[in-house]
T-cell receptor, first 112, second 113 residues
Framework: QKEVEQNSGPLSVPEGAIASLNCTYSDRGSQSFFWYRQYSGKSPELIMFIYSNGDKEDGRFTAQLNKASQYVSLLIRDSQPSDSATYLCAVTRGNRDDKIIFGKGTRLHILP | DTGVSQNPRHKITKRGQNVTFRCDPISEHNRLYWYRQTLGQGPEFLTYFQNEAQLEKSRLLSDRFSAERPKGSFSTLEIQRTEQGDSAMYLC???????????FGPGTRLTVT
């Protein structure tokens, strides 16, 4: 079982709709969870992080965490063409905060 | 520009040659990470430093790879006797104390012919 799993996509969403990106992780001790956005040919950029169960909202982005299910998701409301990118889920390993493990990423395509 | 910088941005080398990449982190950041990324994959952890100390090196990294961070400032990643399988984007990231809240540099794309 891979440490961090994401559906590679592509996920196609109409402009203005809600994009839902999902991630599961294997280490039950993981404490911190991150979403990075990576445009084609560019480096990753941190857009959201979450530490506690529940929802965390920042503008059009909402991160959701369920530690019991080992599941973290990212919702993007009112999707824009500029949201088209690869979204990388990353989690800290165990109860340590010294490094993160990335998933393969989900390619999101917003249809104009 | 106060972000993370990497040099060179592109490197083409012949198999068997040595290459060295440089990363200059955000000045107040004490942690520096090196990752490798290939097409369709997420960044793969290679090694990290806290200040000048190299605290972990991935088991996936062969003895041909070495990294340094003298004086806890910039870092270099050297690959000796390059192989075609080393072709990838090499990313550097820095953070203040915590993993995860990392700022990435633009990367160095290595092509081994």
């Amino acid at each position: 079982q891979k440490e961090v799993e994401q559906n590679s996509g592509p996920l196609s969403v109409p402009e203005g709709a809600i994009a839902s990106l999902n991630c599961t992780y294997s280490d039950r001790g993981s404490q911190s969870f991150f979403w990075y956005r990576q445009y084609s040919g560019k480096s990753p950029e941190l857009i959201m992080f979450i530490y506690s169960n529940g929802d965390k909202e920042d503008g059009r982005f909402t991160a959701q965490l369920n530690k019991a299910s080992q599941y973290v998701s990212l919702l993007i409301r009112d999707s824009q063409p500029s949201d088209s990118a690869t979204y990388l889920c990353a989690v800290t390993r165990g109860n340590r905060d010294d490094k993160i493990i990335f998933g393969k990423g989900t390619r999101l395509h917003i249809l104009p | 520009d106060t972000g993370v910088s990497q040099n060179p941005r592109h490197k083409i080398t012949k198999r068997g040659q040595n290459v060295t990449f440089r990363c200059d982190p955000i000045s107040e950041h004490n942690r520096l990470y090196w990752y490798r990324q290939t097409l369709g994959q997420g960044p793969e952890f290679l090694t990290y430093f806290q200040n000048e100390a190299q605290l972990e090196k991935s088991r996936l990294l062969s003895d041909r790879f070495s990294a340094e961070r003298p004086k806890g400032s910039f870092s270099t990643l050297e690959i000796q006797r390059t192989e075609q399988g080393d072709s990838a984007m090499y990313l550097c990231a820095s953070s203040l104390n915590l993993a995860g809240k990392e700022y990435f540099g633009p990367g160095t794309r290595l092509t081994v012919t």
